[in-house]
């Protein structure tokens, strides 16, 4: 059996800690706007990358989609499971990698949220590779026409957050737009070398053009403060909207 990556190890360790982040608190409101924006149809097929513990894929569910939920993590989607049997819907769950899956089937939209997969890098990924090999996963799992709608780090705020004294002890790559941090994932446990990349709008861009998706629009993206409306610097998130051409 393979080793686990980095972030295999984070999340199967957090998973039952991972609901009690703040960021994981608007999950209604979160879904309204999904399904405003991407316009879906009652009944509509919905891919979840990353779903973690299955918060947006549930209500999907609930809401009477057909939602697939991928997540590298299995105690992440041994929650998710439990989540689903409470709420007594039904949802696909699959153990994949972001990177390196392929369904049959194709989706009327995807959704890949609060870094679930997209620009968490292992300690070998290459960080334009990464990003570039799940945007082309998911296009290839989309029908003509259908949208995806993600959220990815702000680039701006990561630039903003270091010093060069971050460069020199390789806490931050400027070039890459990669930050390292030693993260925790829960009491009592060693910590994770993590690394995460950021991404500016230009790049977001040419990255979709690459994985043959087209931007729709570029939002500010924090949790909790969904909505319409331009980026701020100093926030986390940035939201991409993007469709496959019919």
């Not at 010093?163 to 993260?183: I, K």
């Not at 060693?190 to 690459?210: M, S």
Request: glycine share 8%; aromatic share 8%.
């Amino acid at each position: 059996m393979a080793a686990k990556s980095t972030w295999e190890q984070f999340f199967d360790a957090h998973a039952p800690l991972y609901e009690e982040n703040v960021f994981t608190k608007s999950t209604l409101a979160e879904v309204d706007f999904l399904l405003e924006v991407l316009e879906l149809p009652a009944g509509a097929s919905v891919l979840d990358v990353g779903c973690g513990t299955g918060r947006h894929a549930v209500e999907l569910a609930r809401r009477g989609y057909a939602v697939t939920g991928i997540d590298l993590s299995a105690h992440m989607l041994a929650l998710a499971a439990t989540a689903a049997a409470t709420a007594g819907v039904h949802v696909e769950w699959l153990q994949l990698d972001a990177t390196c899956f392929s369904l049959e089937r194709r989706f009327d939209a995807a959704i890949c949220l609060c870094e679930g997969a997209f620009g968490l890098l292992g300690a070998g990924d290459d960080p334009i590779e990464q990003p570039l090999a799940i945007l082309r996963n998911i296009a290839a799992s989309l029908k003509p026409g259908a949208m995806a709608l993600m959220t990815v780090l702000n680039a701006a705020k990561m630039l903003r957050s270091y010093q060069n004294e971050d460069m020199a002890a390789g806490r931050f790559d400027p070039f890459a737009l990669v930050e390292t941090n030693a993260l925790t994932p829960r009491e009592g446990m060693p910590p994770v070398e993590a690394r995460e990349r950021a991404f500016v709008g230009t790049e977001l861009i040419l990255l979709c053009r690459l994985a043959g998706l087209e931007v729709v629009h570029l939002w500010g993206g924090t949790a909790g403060n969904w909505g319409r409306r331009p980026l701020d610097l100093d926030e986390y998130e940035i939201m991409l909207v993007a469709r496959k051409p019919a």
